[in-house]
């Protein structure tokens, strides 16, 4: 195990519904990410929090909100979603955000918007 | 803002041959380029990264190159298994944001 764990695994939701996944990471590190994984674009950054302050916002739909209280914990908020929102949402954590380097990434959570 | 693109989509080899994989990006200023391989089913896993100060590095069977110049690097995999089948993505990363290609489904048939 790479030490960066996500709940919940799985997730179904309806389109007005609002849940929130967690991701945790136990290595010490100072940076998290969160990636959607879709068959349409596999691997697309959306946030960056370094020392619990957001760095990068990919031009994500207001709809998703992130939240990081603290340098282990990263959270997204989702209300509103939209069925195309269904994806694998994938959780990083790496020892600095800058320079780049390696990526540690967590087993995501499968996300069903219905 | 940077654009990765990786080529091939699909590739197919037989176990023994080597396995290349080629990405190009655009912005000049991207300076860390790592290499992840996915299984099915499984997350994302660094299997070798390059930073823009060194041309060429090499763990074992798998190697990358880096050309800065045409802004285009390259793993290659030598002696291939059937356990190195799996979705292969390539990088470009700057100031903590990394983008990355759309990912190459290698099949190493025994």
């Known amino acids: 195990e790479t030490g960066v764990t996500q709940t919940p695994r799985h997730l179904v939701m309806g389109m007005t519904n609002k849940k929130s996944l967690k991701c945790e990471q136990h290595l010490g590190h100072n940076a998290m990410y969160w990636y959607k994984q879709s068959a349409k674009k596999p691997l697309e950054l959306m946030f960056v929090?370094?020392?619990?302050?957001?760095?990068e916002n990919n031009s994500v739909p207001s709809r998703f909100s992130p939240e990081c209280p603290n340098s282990s914990h990263l959270f997204l908020h989702l209300h509103t979603l939209q069925p195309e929102d269904s994806a694998l949402y994938l959780c990083?954590?790496?020892?600095?955000?800058?320079?780049?380097?390696?990526?540690?990434f967590g087993p995501g959570t499968r996300l069903t918007v219905l | 803002g940077e654009n990765v693109e990786q080529h091939p989509s699909t590739l197919s080899v037989q176990e023994g041959d080597s396995a290349v994989i080629k990405c190009t990006y655009s912005d000049s200023a991207s300076n860390y380029f790592p290499w992840y391989k996915q299984e099915l089913g499984k997350r994302p896993q660094l299997i070798i990264d390059i930073r823009s100060n060194v041309g060429e590095k090499k763990d074992q069977r798998i190697a990358v190159t880096l050309n800065k110049t045409a802004k285009h690097f390259s793993l290659h995999i030598t002696e291939t298994q059937p356990e190195d089948s799996a979705v292969y993505f390539c990088a470009a990363a700057n100031a903590g944001k990394s983008t990355f290609g759309d990912g190459t489904t290698l099949t190493v048939k025994p």
């Open positions: 929090y370094s020392l619990e302050e957001r760095v």
């Open positions: 990083a954590s790496s020892h600095r955000a800058i320079p780049n380097n390696e990526q540690f």
